[in-house]
C-alpha cells in the first residue's frame, strides 16, 4: 500500500499568516489523485482539494493544492480563525486508499 | 446535497461482533462508491471498505479477513460489520460518499457525523 508521509507535525502560526503543508507517497500517485482534507475538532474530515488542485465546491480560493508523482502541497494563503485544524491528504489512486497522519495547524 | 446518518452500538466487548449502519438521503444512491473509514485515538485514518449500490465490494486487505460490508438498496443503506473486536479496533467509525459516480478509486465528498466505537472488557 502506499503510505503517505505528511509534515510538519504542527505548524504555529497567526491569523492573515500564509502555511505550506506537505504529503510524501512511497510511491509516484497515477493521475494525480491526492486529496486534502480539513478536521475540525469534533467533526468529520471536511473535502478540501481533490486531483491534487481541483478545489471542491464552496472552498475559498485562499485555500490551493499543487504536486504530482510523490510530492504533494497544500497552501493557504491567508489563515482565517476557523482554519485552525488538523489537515489531512489522501491518495485514491491505488487501493487499499489510505491517509497521512496529519498536520495540525495551532495558532501561536 | 446529500446527508449520511449512522447509527449502531458503541460499547463492546472482546471478541464480538462490530455493526453499524449509515443511511443516506437527498441525493443519488446508485452508481456511487460508498465507504467505511475510521479513526484512531491517535487521529490516524484507516479506510475499511467500500460497496456500491449493485454490491460490489473492495475491502482494505488488512481487514478483509474480518469484514463485511452490504447494501440494501430499497432503504438507500449501507452496513458494516467487523468481527472478532479487539481494543486495537476502538475508534471513531465514519461512513462517506465518493465525491463522483461510476467507479471506484474518488475522494469522500460526504461523510457521516461518526460513531465512537469503544471495545473493552
Known amino acids: 500500500e502506499i503510505v503517505l508521509t505528511q509534515s510538519p507535525g504542527t505548524l504555529s502560526l497567526s491569523p492573515g499568516e500564509g502555511a505550506t503543508l506537505s504529503c510524501r507517497a512511497s510511491?509516484?500517485?497515477?493521475?494525480?489523485?491526492v486529496a486534502w482534507y480539513r478536521q475540525i475538532p469534533g467533526q468529520a474530515p471536511s473535502l478540501l482539494i481533490y486531483?491534487?488542485?481541483r478545489r471542491a465546491t464552496g472552498i475559498p480560493d485562499r485555500f490551493s493544492g499543487s504536486g504530482s508523482g510523490t510530492d504533494f502541497t497544500l497552501t493557504i494563503s491567508r489563515l482565517d480563525p476557523e482554519d485552525f485544524a488538523v489537515y489531512f491528504c489522501?491518495?485514491?489512486?491505488?487501493?487499499?486508499?489510505?491517509f497521512g497522519h496529519g498536520t495540525k495547524v495551532e495558532i501561536k | 446535497q446529500v446527508q449520511l446518518h449512522q447509527w449502531g452500538a458503541g460499547l463492546l466487548k472482546p471478541s464480538e461482533t462490530l455493526s453499524l449502519t449509515c443511511g443516506a438521503s437527498?441525493?443519488?444512491?446508485?452508481?456511487?462508491?460508498w465507504s467505511w473509514i475510521r479513526q484512531f485515538p491517535g487521529k490516524g485514518l484507516e479506510w475499511i471498505g467500500e460497496?456500491?449500490?449493485?454490491?460490489?465490494?473492495n475491502y482494505n486487505p488488512s481487514l478483509e479477513s474480518r469484514v463485511t460490508i452490504s447494501v440494501d438498496m430499497s432503504r438507500h443503506q449501507f452496513s458494516l460489520n467487523l468481527t472478532s473486536l479487539t481494543a486495537a479496533d476502538t475508534a471513531v467509525y465514519y461512513c462517506?460518499?465518493?465525491?463522483?459516480?461510476?467507479?471506484?478509486?474518488?475522494?469522500?465528498?460526504?461523510w457521516g457525523q461518526g460513531t465512537l466505537v469503544t471495545v473493552s472488557s
Open positions: 489522501h491518495q485514491y489512486g491505488s487501493s487499499p486508499w489510505t
Open positions: 437527498g441525493g443519488s444512491f446508485t452508481h456511487y462508491f
Open positions: 460497496i456500491n449500490h449493485a454490491g460490489v465490494t
Open positions: 510511491q509516484s500517485i497515477g493521475s494525480r489523485s
Open positions: 486531483d491534487a488542485s
Open positions: 462517506a460518499r465518493d465525491l463522483l459516480n461510476f467507479a471506484s478509486g474518488w475522494p469522500f465528498g460526504n
